[in-house]
């Protein structure tokens, strides 16, 4: 696996986050969530609070019917003043965004581990069972565009018997990386058209992450998200050809 790949100074990126999931919080109560959000107020100081509603389905008398039940606050988010940091509190999960513009990986790993440290604390979070990765990309490509094969290393094939002209497509790979025992997630998708900036759009969602019984400590946090950054990068390097980059350097 290689890490040594160039560095665009105006990524695609859409949104990156960093996710831990946990199932073994000592204080998981809403409360506590509350709480824990309260913490971060100086910094994100907008707060949202995230409700669920469950819709099922109801045969009563043969008649079907819908049937909607509210869970109440399952969580909050908390965004800063410009709207580019958000930050997700669940009870069994956490998550960290950067919108664009996107400054750097050790930015976005030192601001979410960093918020995650006061979170974890306040919830007694002792053991962290999934640490994700997930970058979301949107590349544009000029148009008038001939080949997809150009841009993107793996465009979808269409036999030669056939018409070649392609308005959409959505193609969804899962890549195990036994040398970090970590699994890719990617998704890639086109069809999006602006006349407007005479520019088609390809979006590459590539999610990294490893599952098992992780201590909370930093030391070890960064080791994991370290080793998934770098299969992220790979992917991202290795599925989008030269040509598609040449505007994001």
């Known amino acids: 696996m290689t890490s040594k790949w160039p560095h665009l100074s105006n990524a695609p990126i859409t949104e990156a986050i960093i996710e831990f999931q946990f199932n073994d919080a000592k204080n998981s109560a809403i409360d506590s969530i509350r709480n824990a959000s309260k913490l971060l107020e100086s910094e994100y100081p907008i707060e949202q609070e995230k409700k669920s ?50 400054p750097n990986w050790d930015v976005l790993e030192e601001k979410a581990v960093g918020v995650w440290d006061i979170y974890q604390k306040e919830m007694g979070i002792k053991f962290i069972k999934r640490i994700g990765v997930r970058f979301i990309n949107r590349i544009e490509i000029d148009l008038p565009m001939t ?3 150009d841009y993107l290393s793996s465009p979808p094939i269409i036999p030669d018997e056939l018409p070649q002209a392609i308005m959409e497509f959505d193609q969804r790979v899962v890549l195990p990386n036994r040398e970090i025992e970590a699994v890719a997630i990617i998704n890639q998708s086109g069809g999006a058209v602006s006349s407007e900036k005479g520019v088609a759009s390809v979006i590459l969602d590539i999610d990294v992450g490893k599952s098992g019984k992780f201590e909370t400590s930093k030391e070890s946090i960064l080791t994991i998200l370290q080793s998934l950054h770098e299969y992220k990068n790979d992917i991202f390097f290795r599925f989008i050809k030269p040509k598609a980059l040449e505007k994001y350097k």
């Open 53 to 102: 509603q469950v819709i099922r389905a109801v045969i009563n008398d043969d008649t079907p019917s819908t049937e909607y039940i509210d869970e109440g606050i399952v969580g909050f988010v908390r965004r800063s003043e410009d709207g580019k940091k958000v930050i997700q509190f669940m009870l069994d999960r956490f998550a960290f965004s950067y919108l664009p513009p996107y």
């Open 147 to 149: 080949d997809l094969e």
